[in-house]
């Protein structure tokens, strides 16, 4: 950190690459495993209603709250590049997998 208390560059550009590995994963994690194994599952369980779009719906709302409170809380402490990072990926994450819960 520089002298004045602000992150450098270079520091904010670290942060943001690690935070979007976590982010990936975690976003992967949503969508194979969880996702995944719910819509799988719905194929040999044709009694009941589907899981998968709830599933989804889950993972959407546990990427939005992500979002607000890792990048709002990057963006108070003056880490910009970090928080847009975790803003954009995490939205977008949320947005794919709404498009799952919608389509059923």
Do not use: K
């Not at 409170?69 to 108070?76: I, K, M, N, S, Y």
């Not at 928080?83 to 977008?92: F, K, M, N, T, Y």
Request: charged residues 10%; proline residues 6%.
């Amino acid at each position: 950190m520089r002298p004045g208390g602000a992150p450098s560059t270079g520091e904010q550009v670290g942060v943001g690459v690690v935070l979007l590995v976590v982010d990936l994963m975690v976003i992967a994690y949503l969508l194979f495993v969880r996702y995944g194994t719910a819509s799988w599952a719905d194929v040999y369980d044709s009694g009941n209603p589907p899981d998968a779009p709830g599933e989804a719906l889950r993972g959407m709302w546990l990427l939005v709250g992500g979002a607000v409170v890792t990048g709002g809380g990057l963006l108070a402490l003056g880490w910009r590049i970090p928080a847009v990072v975790q803003l954009v990926v995490l939205v977008a994450g949320a947005g794919l997998l709404a498009c799952f819960a919608v389509r059923g």
